[in-house]
C-alpha cells in the first residue's frame, strides 16, 4: 500500500526508530514540534481513531502503554509528557495512518482553555 507509514513498517522508508515490535513501530517525528517527538504507529493500517473498531481494542491499549515505554526510555516519564491522537480534517490529521503523538521535553502549555 502507498501508505507512508506502512512504508516506515515495512522497512521501505528509513526512520529513527525508539522501538518497534510485531505489533507496532515507534520513531522520531521527522518534523519534531518538541525535543522528544515520537510516533506510535501499528503495523495494521487503520485509517484514523475514526477508523478503529472493536476489534483494536488490543492494539489501541499497546499504542497507549508503547508511548508510556517511549517516554521512559527517553527520559520524560517524571516531568511528564504529552500523547495526542490527531484526527480527521478539523483536528490537523495529515497521514491517515493512525498514529499516537509523544510529545515532551518541554513545559508544553495547556491546549484546552486555561482555567
Ligand atoms: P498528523 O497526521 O498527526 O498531523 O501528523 C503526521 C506526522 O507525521 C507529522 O508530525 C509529520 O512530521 C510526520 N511525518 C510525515 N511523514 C513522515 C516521514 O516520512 N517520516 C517521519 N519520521 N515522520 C513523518
Ligand atoms: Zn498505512
Redesign the pocket.
Same mark, same amino acid.
Given at each position: 500500500m502507498d501508505c507512508? +507509514?506502512c512504508r =516506515?513498517a515495512r522497512g521501505e522508508?528509513p526512520?529513527?526508530t525508539v522501538f518497534q515490535d510485531e505489533h507496532l513501530i515507534a +520513531?522520531?517525528? =521527522?518534523?519534531p514540534?518538541a525535543p522528544v517527538?515520537v510516533?506510535i504507529v501499528p503495523r495494521k493500517h487503520i485509517s484514523s481513531l475514526a477508523g478503529a473498531s472493536e476489534e483494536d481494542v488490543l492494539l489501541l491499549g499497546r499504542m497507549l502503554l508503547a508511548a508510556r515505554d517511549v517516554a521512559r526510555a527517553r527520559g520524560i516519564e517524571d516531568k511528564g509528557y504529552r500523547v495526542?491522537?490527531?484526527t480527521g480534517e478539523h483536528?490537523?490529521?495529515?497521514?491517515?495512518h493512525c498514529?499516537l503523538?509523544v510529545l515532551g521535553g518541554m513545559p508544553l502549555g495547556r491546549i484546552l482553555p486555561p482555567r
Open positions: 507512508v +507509514f =516506515i522508508i526512520a529513527r +520513531f522520531d517525528d =521527522i518534523h514540534a517527538h510516533l495526542v491522537a490527531n483536528g490537523g490529521q495529515e497521514v491517515f498514529h503523538h
